[in-house]
């Protein structure tokens, strides 16, 4: 009996331990005991708007010069999400956008308004450069049919009034409303409604028609962000303006700010705004919405909540995680990939060594901010951020060419990577910060290499290492200082590569890429 109860004590010590690890390690918002913890998704889904059709929750988020772009989300219970679509699969409105002696970094899509309508759904944006678009959709899963549109607006807010008519508010610290036909043109001037008062920035407005009221939801954008509302019975104004969030709280609620005003099914109301989370990039975070005199008031008594009950949806859905690690075992990527720019779908395939993803070189470039076909995934960060996100990859390097550089990354505008480079006859293993080449070794084996790169948001450091084996490993060269860089703006990505520096031709192999 006491060998039993010791074996049992043991067990449940080990089960306790066990427990509080997953949990430690955790990296869904849903706690499993009707409450949630923000941020909602602890990665990079920026500039969110959320429409609800029947029992369905949509979102959508920036996703800048990625494609795949223009992410769409769904969800049951504004808790658990999972990839929808991409609406974008490519965009070929300008040769920037395939790295053609230019790039869009930091000028893509942005800020997407996502709207339900006669049965079809919406998406309008606008990229610097090239203006406004329209994409549109009979279901969220697509497919999904992008239009160019003679006129760009300003993180635009698209509304569609009950009496048929179509308006957008757009601008930068004055606020617009333009009518729209159903062709999305402009058919009325740009009517200034609103002068930001409280500080400069005043942006990121969507439109709701709640009761009697015209209401402008938008921020004071900013790390630390302001919320507000304008509200009018008439939707050219005049506007009054009210702050329903100003949150300085230190943590994961810091300035949160910029998303979009959502009712339950059960009346409940609800706005999914984000925060600047730091290198990983900015994080939706979901606050309960309460009325008070006609005003979306956001938070708990005037502070944003970090862990609260879930919204009632009127049941319960199960925790879903989104996928990350992958054995590139079908013949379509995961829906959490994404290109840098445009790819070359000749240079790359799932098909001709069946289990693996081929890269081959594209074109000849300097480095790898010009490289073509690097495939980039965000880092999600634990909900214990003393616990960093670890990626690994086995790479088969046997076909690369004189010049090539092939590896495991963590991109942004100053990115640093490890990665196999062939000098003539001989492979090297180089580690690169920010375009230096830090440290370079032989390659022992010419077959193949196991790489990792282990990143902490809350540190903002990266680090780089290698094995033979897939048991030890051994760092190489320095730490990259993650940062975020507006010059991007998106937050820091896993990537794989192969770029050519000297010829093309050449080619590697990723048996598979898988997160810790």
Known sequence: MKFLSLRFGLFLFLFLIGSQLLVAQKLHSDNGDGTYTNPVIPADFPDPDVIRVDDTYYMVSTTMWVFPGVTVLQSKDLV???????????????????????????????????????????????????GGFICSADKAEGPWEIKMLPKGFYDPGLFFDDDNRVYVAHGYGTIRITELNHEFTAIGPDSLVFTGDIRGGLEGMHVYKIND?????????????????????????????????????PGVNFGVHQGALIETQSGEWWTMLFVDSGPFGRMPNLQPVSWVDGWPMVGLDGKAVVTYRKPNVGKEYPVKDFPRSDEFEGNTLGMQWGWNHNPN??????????????????????????????????????????????????????????????????????????????????????MVNKGDTIASISLKKANSIYLRTTASNKSRLATFEYSYDNQKFDKLGNELRMSFSLKMFTGNKFCLFNYATKEIGGYVDFDWFRVE
């Open 80 to 130: 658990n999400w999972e990839y929808c679509s991409n609406a974008v699969p490519r965009f070929d409105f300008s040769p920037c956008y395939n790295l053609d002696g230019c790039n869009r970094y930091g000028h893509g899509q942005w800020a997407t308004s996502i709207k339900y309508n006669n049965g079809k759904f919406y998406l309008l944006f606008i990229t610097l450069d090239e």
């Open 345 to 430: 779908p000749t240079k790359w395939s799932l098909t001709e060594h069946s289990g693996y993803l081929r890269l081959k070189t594209a074109k000849v470039v300097a480095d790898l901010l010009e490289a073509r076909n690097t495939l980039t995934q965000r880092p999600f960060a634990h909900y214990n951020q003393a616990i960093p996100s670890v990626a690994t990859t086995q790479i088969d390097v046997t076909k690369m060419k004189n010049g090539d550089i092939a590896g495991l990354g963590i991109f942004q505008e100053a990115y640093a990577f490890i990665a196999v480079k062939q000098v003539a006859d001989e492979k090297q293993l180089v």
């Open 213 to 249: 009221f015209y209401y402008l939801y938008g921020t004071y954008g900013g790390v630390d962000g302001i919320q507000v509302t304008l509200r009018s019975k008439n939707i050219y104004g005049p506007y009054e303006q009210k702050v329903v969030l100003e949150e300085r709280t």
